[in-house]
């Protein structure tokens, strides 16, 4: 195996190199550079060490993206703790579900989540601190009161002169295999995966992103950070590699409708976007084609003497409404609309679509938007395999398989999960369903472990809606479908009870739709269902008993 370097010296010598350039900044509020991030991590080294946090011990962060919960995680890693990144739209029960299942000594919580989670649901913490301002909303500890009662006190008596690059001694992982982070797959208990994510693969992950957009992204360019940091995707892409490559990240507090992600695109002029198909498909809709879809515009383009200059035209006015500083935009998480995908290749749009995964942190295939095949989701990455489990893996769809350094150490507390996951040879299971061409272009037909995408990047595992559902009045089978952006739950209810009862069709409605409110008050946002479809016949099944969902997507 290749020598791996150190994850948490490359952090080190990040900051140390880039100290007085701009690093985090809060749209429309305050910039840290990095030796503003050096000295914050220093104080919240202080306070691990003082209230008795040990190597390895777990630390749970779950807020909005901002600086400050950047901060704790480099914070984290740099003191040899594991860091548990949790999705801030959780609900509270599944915050305290991963916070318990992880044994979490400390939560950095965010001042929303902060106003929603129940402490006595975690009894085994040790304090809960704010991410905002790092104050202690509980704490269960003498030691971490005093520490954090006497934080500057203690940061002075440590450097009573001042703070600089040569004062950074990061804690350095033992071994690439060390693990790094857990991050769970879902919030409920019984669907909960927390991924062990090794420092291998977050090197791993950066090193692909250094040798395929090093030479593009300059130190000091502009990213947006749109997607959660809690989810791989976002934390590996719009922040590690930037962090380390010395780039500037902003963060966008505010839920990030597309208004505001416009908007933050022509003040900032992103170098690159890393998005879901959502957010992409409608800034399209709303800022290019009202500009283009008209009759002048159409007959220009039927001209093929000037259909070129004009396709270039939209794809400026295009770039333009993503800052006009773009090398590309990377699409992950699920296929594009098909209207929106042609029009991009129509007019030679720079965009690329890359897959990958929680278990591989998350990146498996990628392919530059100048090679990059329309339909596919790129080739194997650098340090990873991927393979088809097909007789023939171009014309017959298999499980996709991956192996590399990117694959995760296993399944938290779950060594059954883990062995179905990750085979004796070391290939990953993705459950996803995929062919191969003659030139490694990975196409996915389908995601057999029926995960849905949120607008945002979300996942969203049915079976954990399906699940509630189920035991509500009058239903005896359910399954969750996604239509365009909305997630519709189909019923099969208790025929025969309905009869006993003498229930009419409309009353068999308006207990599904008191169903709907009552399992919406359950849900987080992204995960709330938009209507309730009676289904009367029973759902077809496998031999096994699960339901074909195919025949109802």
């Known amino acids: 195996m290749e020598k791996i370097p150190s994850f948490n010296e490359l952090i080190q010598k ?18 840290l550079q990095y030796h503003d991030v050096a000295r914050k991590i220093e104080k919240v080294h202080i306070l691990f060490e003082n209230s008795g946090i040990q190597k390895g011990d777990k630390i749970a962060l779950c807020g909005r993206n901002s ?3 950047a901060v704790a995680f480099i914070a984290t890693l740099t003191y040899g703790a594991i860091a548990v990144p949790i999705l801030h739209e959780f609900m509270p029960e599944q915050i305290h579900n991963i916070v318990n299942h992880s044994d979490a000594k400390l939560l950095f919580a965010g001042d929303h989540v902060a106003g929603t989670i129940d402490p006595s649901a975690m009894p085994h913490l040790e304090g809960i601190i704010r991410s905002t301002d790092y104050s202690l909303i509980l704490s269960r500890s003498e030691k971490l009161t005093y520490a954090r009662e006497n934080l500057n006190a203690l940061y002075g008596q440590k ?23 857990i991050n ?43 997607l959660p940091m809690a989810h791989m995707y976002g934390m590996a892409f719009e922040f590690i590699f930037e962090f380390i490559h010395g780039c500037h990240v902003y963060y966008l507090n505010r839920t990030p409708s597309p208004a505001i992600i416009a908007q933050a695109f022509a003040e900032i002029k992103p170098r690159i976007i890393i998005a879901v198909p959502l957010v992409i498909e409608k800034i399209i809709r709303k800022k290019v084609f009202p ?11 039927q001209m093929p003497i000037i259909s070129t200059k004009v396709r270039e035209m939209i794809c400026k006015e295009v770039v333009k409404a993503f ?19 042609q029009f991009l290749r129509h007019i030679n749009f720079p965009y690329t679509v890359g897959y990958g995964a929680t278990e591989c942190a998350p990146i498996i295939c990628y392919s530059d938007w100048h090679t990059f095949m329309p339909g596919s989701c790129g080739r194997a990455v650098l340090h990873m395999e991927v393979k088809i489990d097909s007789p023939d893996p171009e014309h017959i769809p298999g499980e996709i398989l991956a192996r590399g350094l990117n694959v995760m150490l296993g399944y938290y507390k779950n060594e059954q999960a883990t062995a179905e996951a990750i085979d004796k040879d070391g290939w990953y299971h993705t459950g996803d369903l995929g062919t191969m061409d003659s030139e490694d272009n990975v196409f996915i037909n389908g995601r057999s472990k029926n995960m849905l995408l949120g607008a945002n990047g979300q996942n969203i595992y049915p079976e954990e809606i399906e699940d509630k559902l189920n035991s509500m009045t009058m239903v005896n089978e359910s399954i969750v479908v996604q239509r365009d952006t909305k997630l519709v739950a189909i019923v099969h209810p208790d025929i025969d ?3 006993n009862l003498n229930f009419t069709d409309e009353d068999l409605a308006n207990i599904m739709e008191q169903n709907r409110n009552t399992l919406n008050q359950m849900l987080p946002a992204y995960e709330k269902i938009s209507e309730i479809e009676i289904h009367k016949e029973e759902f077809q099944k496998t031999p096994k008993k699960s339901i074909k969902r195919y025949l109802y997507t």
């Open 14 to 31: 990040s900051i140390i190199e880039h100290w007085d350039k701009a690093a985090l900044t809060d749209y429309k509020g305050q910039t």
């Open 67 to 69: 600086s400050q919960w």
């Open 159 to 181: 450097f009573p002169k001042y703070f600089r690059q040569e004062h950074i001694n990061y804690y350095i992982e033992q071994s690439p295999d060390e693990m790094a982070m």
């Open 184 to 226: 769970y797959t879902s919030g409920t208990t019984g669907f909960s995966k927390g991924v062990m994510i090794p420092y291998r693969a977050l090197w791993s992950n950066y090193d692909f992103a250094r040798s395929v957009l090093g030479d593009i992204i300059k130190q000091g360019d502009n990213i947006i950070s749109i």
């Open 291 to 301: 500009k283009i879809q008209n009759n002048r515009m159409r007959l220009l383009l």
């Open 323 to 341: 800052g006009g500083n773009i090398y590309e935009v990377i699409i992950g998480g699920a296929a594009f609309n098909q209207e929106i995908e």
């Open 497 to 499: 009870e309905a009869q």
